[in-house]
């Protein structure tokens, strides 16, 4: 990892080979669950750098920095609210691989974002904005962009589940529907990947860019419909299911009016299930990558704890397919033991939570978002619950469902996976908008 002079240094001879002045006043932005983003300044003009935390974590991506600058350039040159590449890193800047893009306004961050005005408004413009992204055309951009296979990317996360353990039972109920529902390839179009909140910036209801761009590949428009509107990137507006912003009524037809192509709701639901299981997947991989030591961030770890919101949501997604008497079975789940005696571990946990909500104000920038990383994991420890992971990771159960041994219509199948994930997710994200959906839907208590 190169230190903050030698990043300077690096970037100082990138913004030369562009014609840019020195770099001043580099500071790490916060969030980004796989790239890291420093905002400086150049003849008093601001920018951001879009940086591979370390050569070895580009490993086993499909294309490097280089092409999805490609994208990106492609995605400004048809107007779509993208930023602007003005530089790329090189080797011998010795800083690792990245782009110099010019910054834009407003925030990327969601809870600012739901809370701006007219939301309806900025949906629209998001809705518009997704459908210029779709039609860019092949030749616009790298060769090197691929094209998806929807059976060999089921396959792939199927290697993903078992690498991973091949332990959780509500994972492979998602793969085993997939791969019995793999839709029938459609013409493909440009789709970024990763279209949703906190990968959109906006200001005053008004859609300002779009980042992010390491997931674009050509396949079906509805992928990208669909990620906005899991329950995840909804965050706190769950009631509002297209990106928290609005219903999918207008999200569609305002992108219907601006692509001039139907959405197909079957379809929709398809990439749902599909991405829901792939960011589930995702977070389990976060641990792995954390143990390898390709990159010993905090978030990683702690990121690898919210599978079970995905294994939420997607249980909620397959559950229609339940026959009617299974949805009625009451369900029931154990709680965490009351503590006696000296302090648990958990206690501790919570004593250390606690300390540090005290020196909260010391801590700025970057520094501060892994302040509230480091308070969250804390929280999970505390609230850790034996019962509740003994009876979710389920090797045997998982494989049944795999071979199609066991299904949602078996007696008793669905409560039990319902118990499951209330127990895991309430020690895991008690605070995830979902669950207390789910809870009440479930249990009829809040």
Known sequence: MASADELMEGLARACARAGMGAPAGLERLTGGATMESWRFSSVGSSYVLRRAPSLEFMEGRPYGHDVEASVIRAAFAKGVTAPEVVAELAPEDGIGSGFVMRALPGTPNPKEILAMEDAGALLKEVASDLARIHSIQRDDVPQAVPVMDYREAIADLRV????????????ALG????????????????????????NLLAQDSHLTGVLDWELAHFGDRHEDLAFGCMAVWRFARYDRPALGLGSLEDYFSTYEAESGAPVDRARFRYWLIHRTVWWALGCLKMAAQWRSGADRMLERVVISRRTSEQELDLLMLLEEDAPEEEHTREVQFADAPVP?????????????YEWLGTIKDRFEGHDRFQYAVARNALGMISRYNPAAISAFENAPLARRILTGAARLSDEGLLAEMRAAILATLTQDVPKYPALAVAR??????D
Do not use: S
């Open 340 to 352: 006696m005696g000296e302090a648990t571990d958990g206690e501790l946990a919570v004593a250390i």
């Open 175 to 198: 793969l085993k529907w997939m791969e019995d529902n793999c839709l029938d390839p459609c013409e493909p179009v440009l789709v970024h990947g990763d279209y949703r909140l906190g």
């Open 160 to 171: 993903q589940f078992e690498e991973a353990g091949g332990d959780r039972p509500i994972i």
């Open 440 to 445: 009440k839907k479930w249990t009829g208590k």
